[in-house]
């Protein structure tokens, strides 16, 4: 069986990775840009800006663990749709600036509590980023993190103009023409990612568990990127 590190090192794609992680897959041989909280990247047509996250952070390999530099989150704009990846992160008012800079249509917030923010939180961060829609993420993929979306659902609708959108495992959720974002557990040392492509026509949000941390934007090319959340 191969190890994590020759699995990434045969992998063809291109990885997007805070300072510190990129430095880490490029000595193992994997090709990776390197970027920091406040900058952006073009690539493809897609726009990334990585924002601050409140969390830890580190990368597990057969050889031990490392750090792995400050959490993020990121901000990807893309055929007119900008959508909030929070990634694993409390609550924090920087939000409300990230809001105000990159006006979000789309914000995907945890809510599990424990490791991240609860639903009491996520309530107060959905109103600090301002999206129309918001997509509930890390939670009930085990006990310590389980958290009933319904409750968030009606009382952030109540009481703030903001659609909760609550996907299953599979499900898709169509947003405007050109883009196509999913849920899908993709299992590397570095445990969020962003592959990259195109498909013209469809804008989608699909959960394989509604729980899991990677997004995927697909659009029609060949050329894919990796980038870390």
């Given at each position: 069986m191969?190890?994590?590190?020759?699995?990434?090192?045969?992998?063809?794609?291109?990885?997007?990775?805070?300072?510190?992680?990129?430095?880490?897959?490029r000595?193992?041989?994997?090709?990776?840009?390197?970027?920091?909280?406040?900058?952006?990247?073009?690539?493809?047509?897609v726009?990334?800006?990585?924002?601050?996250?409140?969390?830890?952070?580190r990368?597990?390999?057969?050889?031990?663990?490392?750090?792995?530099?400050?959490?993020?989150?990121f901000?990807i704009?893309m055929?007119?749709?900008?959508?909030?990846h929070?990634?694993?992160?409390a609550l924090?008012?920087?939000?409300?600036l990230?809001?105000?800079?990159?006006?979000?249509?789309?914000?995907l917030?945890?809510?599990?509590?424990?490791?991240?923010?609860?639903?009491d939180?996520?309530?107060?961060?959905?109103?600090?980023?301002?999206?129309?829609t918001?997509?509930?993420?890390?939670?009930?993929?085990?006990?310590?993190i389980?958290?009933?979306p319904l409750?968030?659902?009606?009382?952030?609708?109540?009481?703030?103009?903001i659609?909760?959108?609550?996907?299953?495992?599979?499900?898709?959720?169509?947003?405007?023409?050109?883009?196509?974002?999913?849920?899908?557990?993709i299992?590397?040392?570095?445990?969020?990612s962003?592959?990259l492509?195109?498909?013209?026509?469809?804008?989608?949000l699909?959960?394989?568990?509604?729980?899991?941390?990677?997004?995927v934007?697909?659009r029609?090319?060949?050329?894919?990127?990796?980038?870390?959340?």
């Amino acid at each position: 069986m191969r190890t994590i590190s020759e699995k990434l090192s045969h992998s063809k794609e291109k990885r997007l990775r805070f300072g510190e992680v990129a430095h880490y897959l490029r000595e193992r041989g994997v090709p990776a840009e390197s970027m920091n909280i406040g900058g952006t990247i073009e690539l493809d047509g897609v726009s990334f800006t990585m924002t601050p996250a409140v969390h830890s952070s580190r990368i597990e390999d057969e050889s031990g663990s490392f750090d792995g530099g400050a959490a993020a989150g990121f901000v990807i704009r893309m055929d007119g749709v900008s959508v909030y990846h929070a990634g694993d992160t409390a609550l924090f008012s920087d939000m409300k600036l990230i809001g105000e800079l990159c006006h979000p249509d789309i914000a995907l917030i945890p809510i599990g509590g424990r490791y991240t923010m609860g639903t009491d939180a996520a309530m107060m961060a959905a109103q600090f980023i301002g999206a129309k829609t918001v997509v509930p993420i890390h939670y009930n993929t085990w006990d310590r993190i389980a958290a009933d979306p319904l409750p968030f659902k009606k009382a952030l609708e109540r009481t703030a103009d903001i659609s909760v959108r609550i996907l299953k495992p599979g499900e898709s959720m169509d947003c405007s023409p050109g883009t196509v974002i999913f849920f899908s557990h993709i299992p590397t040392a570095v445990k969020m990612s962003l592959l990259l492509g195109c498909n013209p026509g469809k804008t989608s949000l699909r959960s394989h568990n509604p729980a899991d941390k990677p997004v995927v934007i697909s659009r029609e090319d060949p050329a894919t990127l990796w980038g870390s959340i």
